[in-house]
């Protein structure tokens, strides 16, 4: 979907902002703890291999993979998302629960529990027990029904992977470094970029699930100007809906590449929870095709 249709497509909005989800996971049991001794670094194949995906909306990258016998499974590939997610009727028979984590839906915190399912593989990766979370994902319905999953980043994290929207396929392995680049910051939780918001520094979750900039606006303080809000949605998750306000920024660049200015303010954040997070940067912000993120050495790069 174009920039210049968000503003007059209220559909459109809520749409963009449904698969902002799963920012971060606090572990609260040993046993969620000893699920990293199965970790998708030690247990993938070192196989280079790339894989077709569909666009949904213009945004969502949705692609195939097994858990199990299960195959086919149209899975959504998030990297704003900390853990990755599984309908519960496809988890029958094999989880083994883990423990509970605290996540981030908006501006609320959940206490959501962490199962264990078998023999998940997305193209070369392989992961004998992957923790995953359990959710019927209906509040995808209008912009991505059928999906299945959600692959975050305890999975993505595992290797250096290629993002090319004019061929529609991800490229699992080593890629050359494209014309652009900035250095990203890769923690437990979530993978974060720092943008220049008219020269004053703002962090922001790099996250392939939403459709636009969505910013914290008590986090921005005064780093935020006076802006008009031309439009309020509401934001669907899985902890249901919050109201937003659309606004056209200032300003926005990442080193040197000026951003997308159209975005979405959320009023409050999520108290006391992850506090050098100022929001959300979706690729499309970056106007660009073919992405690369190579997490050995910490770089996203574009063109």
Partial sequence: MKWETLG?????????????????GLMESQAVARAGEDSPARSESKKSESIP???????LI??????????HLKLMIDTGSTHSVLRPDLAEHQERVQGRVRTVNLDQVLKQELVEVDDFQLGPIRIPRLPILLHDLGYLGLTAPGIDGIIGLDVLRSRRFSIDF?????AFGSSLPLQHSARMELDEACLTVDILMVNKPVRLVLDT?????????DRLGDRLPEL???QQIQGASMAGSASLDVVTLPRMQLSGTNLKRRAALLRNSPVRFMPQVDGYLSLTALGAQRFTFDFENSILSWE
């Fill in 62 to 71: 949705v692609v195939e993979g097994r858990i199990g016998p299960r195959q």
């Fill in 166 to 170: 004019g061929r529609r396929r991800i």
């Fill in 8 to 24: 007059r497509n209220r559909r459109g909005w809520i749409g963009m902002l449904t698969t902002m989800m799963l920012l971060h």
């Fill in 228 to 230: 008009r809000v031309e």
């Fill in 53 to 59: 995906f569909v666009l949904r909306d213009g945004y």
């Fill in 209 to 217: 699930g939403v459709q636009s900039i969505l910013l914290y606006r």
